[in-house]
T-cell receptor
Framework: AQSVTQLGSHVSVSEGALVLLRCNYS??????LFWYVQYPNQGLQLLLK??????LVKGINGFEAEFKKSETSFHLTKPSAHMSDAAEYFC???????????FGAGTRLTVKP | DGGITQSPKYLFRKEGQNVTLSCEQN?????MYWYRQDPGQGLRLIYY???????QKGDIAEGYSVSREKKESFPLTVTSAQKNPTAFYLC????????????????FGPGTRLTVL
């Protein structure tokens, strides 16, 4: 079975500060990993994905994530937070050759002026 | 524009009533999914369908039903058997990406917020 754990249900940063959202996965097979963003009362939008190519993945809006197999982690970072980054972020894991995707509980990011 | 539409955006139901949530996609994806979202619990899978006229239960299927008569459409019915239906419901469609292996990339609709009065 696959699962992800997002550490910290709420993260607050100042505008211009580093954003770090943590995700650890559990998988008995090579994982495919995803970060999605959700703005209030909207659906989820894909930020980036890891699909066994480069371990450092760049996404939209200046976000990136690094796959670290030894740490079973896929943390999301952005060097400088913007007010528009305030949203909920979900990490998700999928395995190869299946249609199952498992989501973490989400991390709500607040950006202070 | 290609995408996924869900209607209505807000829905109110009296206890004991069945309601149907609409989900349509024009992305030509074979797979479609329904998730329920509650605060602090992430997304939980209700039902999914990989092909027309076929669907499987997810983790929390009790009190829900679906149909898949067309590739583009995957409506969800919340029945009176669902004891706590107030939630945000998200529909997704899945693109199968194939290289050496395949993986599933999901695209989400805007959601329907259901409230039981």
């Amino acid at each position: 079975a696959q699962s992800v754990t997002q550490l910290g249900s709420h993260v607050s940063v100042s505008e211009g500060a580093l954003v770090l959202l943590r995700c650890n996965y559990s998988s008995s097979v090579p994982p495919y990993l995803f970060w999605y963003v959700q703005y209030p009362n909207q659906g989820l939008q894909l930020l980036l994905k890891y699909t066994s190519a480069a371990t450092l993945v760049k996404g939209i809006n200046g976000f990136e994530a690094e796959f670290k197999k030894s740490e079973t982690s896929f943390h999301l970072t952005k060097p400088s937070a913007h007010m528009s980054d305030a949203a909920e972020y979900f990490c998700a894991v999928s395995g190869p050759n299946n249609n199952d995707m498992r989501f973490g509980a989400g991390t709500r990011l607040t950006v202070k002026p | 524009d290609g995408g996924i539409t869900q209607s209505p955006k807000y829905l109110f139901r009296k206890e004991g009533q069945n309601v149907t949530l609409s989900c349509e996609q024009n992305l030509n994806h074979d797979a479609m999914y329904w998730y329920r979202q509650d605060p602090g619990q992430g997304l939980r899978l209700i039902y999914y369908s990989q092909i027309v006229n076929d669907f499987q239960k997810g983790d929390i299927a009790e009190g829900y039903s679906v149909s898949r008569e067309k590739k583009e459409s995957f409506p969800l019915t919340v029945t009176s058997a669902q004891k706590n239906p107030t939630a945000f419901y998200l529909c997704a469609s899945g693109k199968i990406v194939t290289s050496d292996l395949f993986y599933n990339e999901q695209f989400f609709g805007p959601g329907t917020r259901l409230t039981v009065l």
